[in-house]
């Protein structure tokens, strides 16, 4: 499984980004995630997205995030609204190749990318 992340940045408190996450063919109809993390702490699910594309967005996500797929292009992404500086973090995408459906963010079958930085300050 092959998963490469763009589109982090630095960016002002009530501003935007869009995160991209290029995926291998492998991860066709099985859950995808956006995972962050900042240092000390542990890693925490953001949002994720089953093989029928039924998405879970946490409290921290709901209202101001979203995430979504391309299924012809196998893209993930996450749009980012309205950040906050407790934003900030390393954000990695994540998939779970052989699972369709009740994805959640716990157990051992998650495979990360490399992340790409998020940095929301004034």
């Known amino acids: 499984v092959s998963l490469v992340e763009s589109g982090g940045g630095s960016v002002q408190p009530g501003g935007s980004l869009r995160l991209s996450c290029a995926a291998s063919p492998s991860t066709a109809n099985s859950c995808m995630a956006w995972f962050r993390q900042t240092p000390g702490k542990e890693r925490e699910g953001v949002a994720n997205i089953d093989g029928d594309g039924y998405t879970y967005h946490s409290d921290s996500a709901k209202g101001r995030f979203t995430i979504s797929r391309d299924s012809a292009t196998h893209t993930l992404y996450l749009q980012m609204n309205k950040l906050k500086p407790d934003d900030t973090a390393r954000y990695y995408c994540?998939?779970?190749?052989?699972?369709?459906?009740?994805?959640?963010?716990?157990?051992?079958?998650?495979?990360w990318g490399q992340g790409t930085q998020v940095t929301v300050s004034s």
């Open positions: 994540a998939a779970a190749p052989g699972t369709r459906w009740a994805c959640g963010f716990s157990g051992d079958r998650w495979i």
